[in-house]
């Protein structure tokens, strides 16, 4: 039986992703199959953001499909059964107008899957984090953790750039992992300037050797929180935006201060409404890291 392992990505576009997935497929003396399932390729975003996030839009039914199909090739590879494998692929190349390269070989030991999206939202994640724990299979993920002006920048490059209120609106609604909120938020590697390759190659040759148990994981029903540790992290954040605020002047026109300052303030209540509905309580010697993490 093959070992197989999900690398899920999460970051806003410009942050990094495509090259982290070349550079993994590049790898001298690679003892893995690569799989890059780039959701670009496979799944059209509408025009309008609003459009493509709601949870009724083409853009939700297609990630829903593209994930049970994920489930089915990745069964089909456990069970050796290529005939069942030959025939998803096709389907999926049918589905998505685009081929999926993944060898039938049913020699292959080793498969890492690169789950290349923006994954901002934690549910997002969370559909990935089920799957790898109902087919024990195993799964990390990389966060990269790169400044919005430096993204926006990157993205001005591209030959098909992204609006940049798209970016904006993601940097605004993306939620960090965070290990000490949530407990399927252990396994993440945190990506700001250099990648260590080194680092993600034994996390990986890690995850084939301990897959994810099946185990059903009960969320916690967190107690309402006191207004005074509410007060307390509005301050830490507060302090946070200022600071970034300063940092803005020096390198922004007015405009687009007057831009970031609104992302700022939204990002601040994003915030808020995670830790109050994290699976794990928060304590008073916790508040701090934990607020900074997640901004």
């Not at 495509?18 to 550079?23: G, L």
């Not at 000490?180 to 990986?204: A, P």
Request: aromatic share 8%; glycine share 2%; net charge positive.
């Amino acid at each position: 039986m093959p070992r197989i392992c999900l690398n899920v990505l999460l970051g806003i576009p410009g942050s990094g992703k495509t090259t982290y997935c070349q550079q993994i497929v590049a790898l001298p003396c690679r003892k893995f199959e690569v799989v890059h399932v780039c959701y670009d390729s496979y799944i059209r975003i509408d025009v309008d953001y609003d459009t493509f996030r709601d949870i009724k839009g083409f853009y939700k039914l297609q990630r829903q499909k593209l994930i049970s199909y994920m489930e089915m090739i990745i069964l089909s590879l456990k069970k050796k059964d290529q005939p069942k494998l030959k025939e998803i692929i096709e389907s999926w190349r049918k589905e998505f107008e685009h081929e999926l390269n993944i060898s039938t070989d049913p020699e292959v030991s080793k498969i890492l899957f690169l789950i290349d999206d923006n994954n901002y939202y934690r549910s997002m994640r969370t559909e990935w984090q089920k799957m790898a724990s109902k087919l024990s299979i195993g799964y990390f993920e990389t966060y990269f953790d790169t400044a919005l002006s430096i993204a926006v920048q990157r993205n001005r490059a591209r030959a098909q750039p992204i609006a940049e209120h798209v970016i904006n609106q993601m940097w605004m609604r993306l939620e960090k992992p965070s290990g000490k909120l949530y407990h399927r938020e252990q396994d993440v590697i945190t990506v700001q300037d250099v990648v260590d390759y080194e680092r993600v190659v034994g996390q990986i040759q890690f995850c084939f050797e301990h897959p994810q148990k099946h185990t059903v994981v009960q969320k916690l029903v967190a107690e309402p929180m006191e207004q005074s540790k509410v007060h307390k992290i509005d301050n830490i954040l507060r302090k946070i935006i200022s600071k970034k605020m300063i940092e803005a002047k020096d390198c922004m026109s007015k405009e687009e201060v007057q831009s970031f300052a609104k992302i700022l303030q939204e990002r601040k209540k994003s915030i808020l409404e995670q830790i109050r509905k994290c699976e794990q309580n928060v304590t008073e010697e916790l508040i701090h890291s934990v607020v900074e993490e997640l901004f």
